[in-house]
């Protein structure tokens, strides 16, 4: 590494540097400054770095500061759009204005958070909306059209990424009209691209870079070859995020979409030339009559199931609603064909069904060797997907098309010095490793109890058992508590359970639970310190920033163990196997481990920040892999009883 470099960097996180100059609540530290000089030296020597950097060790000016100050032009990638739009929107003009350096930067999104100004013009006329707020909401979207530079959906506040408007209002790959489109000069999609193609710095999030590497259609795959350094924050993400998009997938939404588009199109361009009404019913049908052969007998679904390919192939029981998938995107895709002469979207129309009609065949077919089928149901679609177990493969393809520095962070990539968890499954054991601990005083500001005369997680009496202990702890709290459980299952019952324990103890909490109210209003009311308890599962778990004592007291239900039935787990158990290692040891405890991190990492946000985490499984105490469990997490000081866990809380609550 270049001594300027490595000069430069060290000055701007001095204590009085160009940071601590311009922020005055900046605070040196010897972690952030050891990150930051493994960044700067990747970049220079065009290296792969992973590195673990635990909560307050202020990971993101460490990757951005030696990025800013090298002159090189990077490509920064986060989990989330929202987290993207923070470090566009906040950290990044922050050090620019810090270290005056001038520096263009761009936010590139997938084509969803893009207005479609030709989509938009047909939906004025066209658009099916469900209820009269749905309307109100497109009128809105039509208002802001007129003066929004970017076309960003996320400009318009209130506006439910949910919403029933935004698909008819944005592209998709299969729906673009590329050049053909007559607001192709004006399309905010292209212009998003040109900007991140002048820019020296692009902010992207993982799902786009994915996707991109798949489909080669939102500017990633043009964009990466030009930078000189990519960088994956939150990169503990980036195997199952990566697993869901470079497989391939035939969706029942996708088809619905494609036969709406259809009908509206015929009505409008093609009315009385063919059978627009019967293509489409014909396509609707056959999407419904997939989903019903996929769900079974399962008739209620909550949030998104995996489901085993070969439990629903079994038989041939797929093949008759894939056949007639087929035909119908075959027949759409005849008619289609006869009047293609008369716009382009009746051409992009045909290639989206004839698409549609080779998925069909395909997973009729056996799958390919090496790969994984499963089939993700959820209360609206089945989705079949075919994917690869890992991305070792694309990740390495990528690494040595052209020298560039490859960085990988997070707070959680591992339990061992060389983060074997997450490099083994991307293929980068050749890289660069470093793990900088986090520098709050844990021992004295948190606390840690695993209760141990209590039901086992497989023993009926479980649930309520955490809902019960949860009501007592919360109440010693008034509230400022996170229940967080592995599955959507026990969600009810651990929140009956809770209200009744704290209205027997006469506790005025309220309790809100996961699906009662979107996650941002959930979180919204939690934090504003009125005497809350929370129940969440996954989404939950990570990705939350509670400081100061909005939330004081973490439980969690059990261990995350993966879910042994999951197609993608049972798939991965089996290549373990087959090389000889122990699928439970490798893979079950060490993904245990890392959720624990994440799920522990809720609770102490700041220097200041105190709570107490509890974890209701007693086979962390009593398991011999429970050692290994316990030492994954924060050096927080362990208590033996729930009356020493109620101290500690009474204590936190005398200070609120």
């Not at 923070?86 to 003009?93: E, G, H, T």
């Not at 810090?98 to 100004?117: E, F, I, N």
Request: one cysteine or more.
């Amino acid at each position: 590494m270049s001594q300027d470099l490595a000069d430069r960097v060290a000055e701007a996180f001095a204590s009085d540097g160009a940071l601590a100059r311009h922020d005055a609540h900046f605070m040196p530290r010897e972690q952030q400054d050891r990150l930051a000089l493994a960044v700067a030296r990747a970049v220079e020597e065009r290296g792969t770095l992973v590195a673990e950097a635990g909560t307050g060790v202020g990971k993101t000016f460490a990757y951005l500061v030696p990025l800013l100050l090298s002159d090189r032009r990077a490509l920064v990638s986060t989990a989330t759009k929202s987290l993207q739009d923070q470090l566009f929107l906040r950290d990044l003009p922050r050090l620019v204005q810090a270290l005056g350096v001038p520096v263009r930067m761009a936010l590139l999104k997938g084509r969803a958070s893009y207005l479609c100004r030709h989509r938009l013009a047909h939906a004025r006329t066209t658009a099916e909306l469900p209820d009269r707020f749905a309307v109100r909401q497109l009128a809105r979207v039509e208002t802001w059209a007129l003066s929004t530079r970017s076309g960003d959906l996320a400009e318009l506040e209130g506006l439910d990424e949910r919403s029933p408007v935004i698909p008819i209002v944005t592209s998709t790959r299969d729906n673009c009209l590329g050049t053909d489109c007559p607001e192709h000069r004006n399309c905010h999609v292209m212009q998003a691209r040109r900007e991140a193609m002048a820019a020296d710095l692009v902010v992207v999030n993982h799902h786009l870079f994915f996707a991109d590497m798949a489909l080669r259609d939102s500017g990633v795959a043009e964009l990466l070859p030009t930078v000189d350094a990519a960088v994956f924050d939150e990169a503990h993400q980036l195997v199952e995020t990566g697993v869901q998009f470079l497989g391939t997938m035939l969706g029942t939404a996708q088809v619905l979409d494609v036969g709406r588009d259809l009908l509206a199109a015929g009505l409008a361009q093609a009315r009385g030339l063919m059978p627009w009404h019967e293509l489409q019913a014909g396509l609707e049908k056959a999407a419904r009559e997939l989903r019903l052969a996929c769900a079974g007998a399962l008739r209620e679904v909550r949030g998104v199931i995996k489901l085993r390919w070969d439990e629903r192939a079994r038989d041939g029981r797929l093949q008759e609603p894939l056949a007639a998938l087929a035909r119908a995107a075959d027949e759409a895709a005849d008619a289609l064909a006869g009047v293609a002469a008369v716009g382009p979207d009746f051409v992009r129309l045909q290639e989206r069904v004839r698409t549609i009609a080779e998925l069909a065949e395909r997973f009729a077919q056996e799958p390919v060797d090496g790969r994984v089928r499963w089939i993700d149901l959820s209360p609206l679609q089945a989705r079949l997907v075919e994917s690869p177990l890992d991305i070792r493969d694309m990740l390495t393809e990528q690494r040595q098309a052209a020298p560039r520095a490859w960085i990988f962070t997070s707070a959680t990539l591992g339990e061992d010095d060389g983060l074997a968890w997450f490099t083994s499954a991307t293929g980068l054991e050749d890289a660069t490793t470093l793990r900088v601990g986090s520098p709050f005083d844990y021992p004295s500001h948190a606390r840690a109890w695993i209760p141990t005369r209590f039901p086992k997680p497989n023993e009926a009496a479980h649930p309520a058992a955490v809902g019960s202990l949860a009501a007592r702890l919360a109440g010693a709290l008034g509230g400022r508590t996170f229940v967080l459980t592995t599955t959507l299952r026990v969600l009810p019952q651990i929140a009956e359970a809770l209200r009744t324990e704290a209205e027997w103890q006469g506790q005025a909490l309220e309790i809100l639970v996961q699906g009662s109210q979107p996650r941002r209003a959930l979180l919204q009311r939690f934090g504003d310190g009125r005497g809350a308890v929370l129940v969440g599962s996954q989404s939950f778990w990570e990705g939350i920033d509670m400081p100061g004592d909005a939330l004081q007291c973490v439980l969690i239900d059990k261990l995350p163990f993966p879910p042994p039935n999951d197609p993608l787990v049972e798939a991965r158990v089996r290549q373990l196997r087959a090389e000889g290692r122990d699928p439970f040891d490798a893979y079950f405890v060490a993904e245990a481990a890392v959720s624990l991190k994440q799920g522990a990492g809720r609770l102490i946000r700041t220097e200041t920040d105190r709570g107490l985490l509890v974890v209701c499984d007693p086979r962390m105490r009593q398991m011999g892999y429970g050692a290994r469990l316990r030492a994954a997490l924060p050096p927080m000081s362990w208590v033996g009883s729930e009356e020493e866990a109620l101290d500690w809380l009474h204590e936190l609550a005398a200070e609120h």
